[in-house]
T-cell receptor, first 113, second 112 residues
Framework: KNQVEQSPQSLIILEGKNCTLQCNYTVSPFSNLRWYKQDTGRGPVSLTIMTFSENTKSNGRYTATLDADTKQSSLHITASQLSDSASYICVVILQTGANNLFFGTGTRLTVIP | NAGVTQTPKFRVLKTGQSMTLLCAQDMNHEYMYWYRQDPGMGLRLIHYSVGEGTTAKGEVPDGYNVSRLKKQNFLLGLESAAPSQTSVYFC???????????FGPGTRLLVL
């Protein structure tokens, strides 16, 4: 069964600290993996996209890693800011079909001053 | 560009009432999607469309109908609302093959 699991469910960190969010998946055949940021009351917005051959992708203070062998991805946030408070959703995409996205349940990150 | 817009932003219904949620996109995307998001669950696909005049069922289609009469609009209908349909509904659009999805701001629906 195609599944995407994220951990932790929620996380609270102090402003300025780093954190890492995890995503494990069983989706096959794999095409690419995305991390989305969803602010409260808003729709998800894409942060990074990684294909099978990519190990690391950065977007400012956000760095995503992918290990296609172990089917794991992580999102590392450096020097967190209050504006990083949001839900972060891992999405794994199959190789074929319009109906081919599998969403994780997300990690709720709260950054406190 | 407004991107993806959704109407209304918030609605309260009584059980058995009907309503239509409107999604509009100005990016000329072929694909459009309707999702629901519930606490503790990932986004779940209700229905989707790969082009004007076409629709298909997603993971949780029961109780919902959709129409795509114009390329830029995707309507989601609830024929007889039930409390289990209380949720936040998101519309998304993308160019083929559907990987890069752009989401609307969501519609919060409460069914009493």
């Amino acid at each position: 069964k195609n599944q995407v699991e994220q951990s932790p469910q929620s996380l609270i960190i102090l402003e300025g600290k780093n954190c890492t969010l995890q995503c494990n998946y069983t989706v096959s055949p794999f095409s690419n993996l995305r991390w989305y940021k969803q602010d409260t009351g808003r729709g998800p917005v894409s942060l990074t996209i990684m294909t099978f051959s990519e190990n690391t992708k950065s977007n400012g203070r956000y760095t995503a890693t992918l290990d296609a062998d172990t089917k794991q991805s992580s999102l590392h946030i450096t020097a967190s800011q209050l504006s990083d408070s949001a839900s972060y959703i891992c999405v794994v995409i199959l190789q074929t079909g319009a109906n081919n996205l599998f969403f994780g349940t997300g990690t709720r990150l709260t950054v406190i001053p | 560009n407004a991107g993806v817009t959704q109407t209304p932003k918030f609605r309260v219904l009584k059980t058995g009432q009907s309503m239509t949620l409107l999604c509009a996109q100005d990016m000329n995307h072929e694909y459009m999607y309707w999702y629901r998001q519930d606490p503790g669950m990932g986004l779940r696909l209700i229905h989707y469309s790969v082009g004007e005049g076409t629709t298909a069922k997603g993971e949780v289609p029961d109780g919902y109908n959709v129409s795509r009469l114009k390329k830029q609009n995707f309507l989601l209908g609830l024929e007889s609302a039930a409390p289990s349909q209380t949720s936040v509904y998101f519309c998304a659009s993308s160019p083929p093959p559907g990987e890069t999805q752009y989401f609307g701001p969501g519609t919060r629906l409460l069914v009493l």
